[in-house]
């Protein structure tokens, strides 16, 4: 393609609002544009990038297993009433209406079209396992969009779905979409790492995600120091045995703590240790409310709450709620004489507390001396805390370190969760009837594009893999004005066309900003021909390495499938 026939505007200066690597250089390299907010638009470089990306997408999934299809975006209500999540997935779901009066949803995923699809059309457990994919945009009504394509409103994502009979079926094909997401990862050329995950409004269980290691990313990954163990924060179990100190129980007392709210000043005031204090908070689960302890210096994590109670919805009660139910405000709710309907559930933690300190459900006053079982009755204990660094890794194998992720890819084993709801299933070798056994499987394509960008750029720009690389190389005349640099460099781009993809910047531009824009759309090879075009030679740049050698044309393509060679082993 020659540069002058196609559209890249590329920007000299960093766009006021792109707060990321990945987001400023997408931008002043002239791959995306926005429209509106969470809403861009995939110009030529971009849209090659991700076709190269889906190529790779759809050659894994189809060694798989998996047929591509392509489901509407515009979806009834119907479906997603007969599912349950109409009410329950809450505001990012976009909804319209149409003509008639009409409720739609522009399809965030695409569970119950395809639910209501295969249970159309395969009723006998002959014609199952099935797994069948599709690359679509996708539509969430964030409601704040950031960081460019990886917190958007309109994406494009590769979704998956299987249907079973047995959960030994459903394992060995999730097993090998694992495989095949490692596959995808790897010949994108990134760094990542797969985890344990939460599956939120989806649904299911045997979650795991595919992050891409990045300070930039909205997710923590709790991973072992020595060994494979890697799990989002939220899913990480803690392991951790607690021992009740050596020491005699205190008489229970209350106490005065003037303007002393959070956990800190609590703390100070009474000179003891965060880790002496219980932390109480209410939440209200699936509308009943609960109180939940862990201590001063963890965290509550809200899935494992969701999980210890089995419930649907799990959310933090806000203050106005707490002072109704417990006539305090927050920094000062305790466990201690709380209406007898409302359940206590504390993390392990809480149980090796003695002679601790609790609110005392009155403003500025709290209890000291306070020993679980003695001053109050846990209903349950369980793992309700988020796990920290240092804490011993889940399987016995070292401790925990933090990174942060970005999330490109998630598989889920959904059980029959839709096709229970939806009463979507398959007759068995006697005529009776079942659920599918369903899983889901999906890639975030435009954020894998995001995530490689992230990973790969230096001060000039970006640094493309040559698996997905918009072109393979990028041929520059120095002076288009001068009739032998550009008959030779002409001459040059036919030839390498029947090899590669090539960009040819045949611009009346000055050789340095032809260079500029070489480094920030950053091709994997850049080859100039310049002052020497009529002894026939040309330089030949490396765009990862900036490694530069001048080469005679007739040895041009001998070197280049060197270069490319030795690239590709690095991918």
């Known amino acids: 393609m020659k540069q002058s026939m196609t559209f890249i505007p590329t920007l000299r200066d960093v766009p006021s609002d792109a707060e990321i690597k990945s987001h400023q250089l997408l931008l002043r390299a002239g791959f995306i544009k926005q429209v509106a907010s969470g809403v861009y638009s995939y110009l030529p470089l971009a849209k090659r990038t991700l076709d190269n990306i889906e190529k790779i997408i759809r050659e894994e999934m189809e060694k798989a297993g998996a047929a591509e299809l392509l489901l509407p975006a515009l979806q009834p209500a119907e479906l997603w009433v007969e599912s349950g999540?109409?009410?329950?997935?809450?505001?990012?779901?976009?909804?319209?209406?149409?003509?008639?009066?009409?409720?739609?949803?522009?399809?965030?995923?695409?569970?119950?079209?395809?639910?209501?699809?295969?249970?159309?059309?395969?009723?006998?457990?002959?014609?199952?396992?099935?797994?069948?994919?599709?690359?679509?945009?996708?539509?969430?009504?964030?409601?704040?969009?950031?960081?460019?394509?990886?917190?958007?409103?309109?994406?494009?994502?590769?979704?998956?779905?299987?249907?079973?009979?047995?959960?030994?079926?459903?394992?060995?094909?999730?097993?090998?979409?694992?495989?095949?997401?490692?596959?995808?990862?790897?010949?994108?050329g990134l760094n990542f790492r797969s985890v344990l995950a939460d599956s939120g409004a989806i649904g299911g269980k045997d979650t795991q995600e595919f992050m891409v290691l990045s300070e930039i990313g909205e997710d923590t990954i709790a991973f072992s120091d020595q060994s494979d163990y890697a799990a989002n924060v939220e899913m990480a179990d803690v392991r951790q045995v607690y021992e009740k100190p050596d020491i005699a129980e205190k008489e229970l007392k209350k106490v005065a703590t003037p303007n002393q709210k959070t956990i800190v000043d609590v703390s100070a005031f009474l000179n003891v240790k965060p880790s002496e204090v219980i932390k109480s908070l209410v939440m209200i689960a699936d509308e009943e409310p609960v109180m939940v302890l862990v201590r001063g210096n963890h965290d509550v994590n809200d899935i494992k709450v969701k999980k210890a109670l089995n419930a649907k919805i799990v959310e933090f009660a806000e203050e106005e709620k707490t002072k109704e139910l417990l006539n305090c405000s927050f920094g000062s709710i305790g466990p201690i004489n709380i209406p007898s309907e409302m359940k206590i559930i504390a993390d392990h933690a809480v149980g090796a507390m003695i002679n601790a300190v609790c609110g005392a459900n009155e403003d500025g006053h709290h209890y000291i001396n306070v020993v679980p079982e003695r001053d109050f009755t846990v209903w349950q204990y369980a793992d309700l805390r988020f796990i920290q660094e240092g804490d011993p890794s889940p399987d016995g194998k070292g401790t925990i370190r933090f990174a942060r992720g970005i999330e490109v890819g998630h598989i889920f084993k959904l059980g029959t969760k839709y096709s229970e709801a939806m009463s979507a299933g398959f007759l068995d070798e006697n005529g009776k009837s079942h659920p599918y056994i369903m899983g889901c499987y999906g890639i975030g394509v435009s954020r894998t594009l995001t995530a490689v960008?992230?990973?790969?750029?230096?001060?000039?720009?970006?640094?493309?893999?040559?698996?997905?690389?918009?072109?393979?190389?990028?041929?520059?005349?120095?002076?288009?004005?001068?009739?032998?640099?550009?008959?030779?460099?002409?001459?040059?781009?036919?030839?390498?066309?029947?090899?590669?993809?090539?960009?040819?910047?045949?611009?009346?531009?000055?050789?340095?900003?032809?260079?500029?824009?070489?480094?920030?759309?950053?091709?994997?090879?850049?080859?100039?021909?310049?002052?020497?075009?009529?002894?026939?030679?040309?330089?030949?740049?490396?765009?990862?390495?900036?490694?530069?050698?001048?080469?005679?044309?007739?040895?041009?393509?001998?070197?280049?499938?060197?270069i490319f060679k030795e690239l590709s082993a690095q991918v």
């Open 453 to 562: 960008a992230e990973q790969f750029n230096d001060e000039q720009g970006l640094i493309w893999p040559v698996n997905i690389a918009p072109y393979d190389v990028h041929l520059i005349a120095v002076n288009m004005k001068d009739s032998e640099q550009a008959g030779f460099t002409e001459a040059l781009y036919n030839e390498l066309m029947n090899e590669y993809d090539v960009l040819f910047d045949d611009r009346n531009e000055r050789p340095g900003v032809k260079f500029n824009d070489s480094d920030l759309i950053g091709l994997p090879v850049r080859v100039t021909v310049g002052k020497k075009a009529s002894e026939g030679i040309v330089e030949v740049k490396i765009r990862k390495t900036g490694e530069m050698m001048e080469v005679h044309h007739r040895d041009l393509l001998a070197t280049l499938k060197n």
């Open 85 to 188: 999540r109409w009410y329950t997935y809450g505001d990012e779901l976009m909804r319209l209406r149409d003509r008639h009066d009409r409720n739609f949803a522009l399809g965030p995923t695409h569970e119950e079209v395809i639910t209501s699809l295969v249970n159309d059309a395969i009723q006998s457990y002959k014609r199952l396992p099935l797994t069948l994919f599709q690359i679509q945009t996708k539509y969430r009504d964030e409601k704040r969009p950031r960081f460019g394509l990886l917190r958007g409103r309109e994406f494009i994502m590769k979704d998956a779905y299987s249907f079973h009979t047995s959960e030994e079926s459903l394992d060995e094909v999730y097993r090998k979409m694992h495989q095949a997401y490692t596959n995808i990862f790897r010949r994108c």
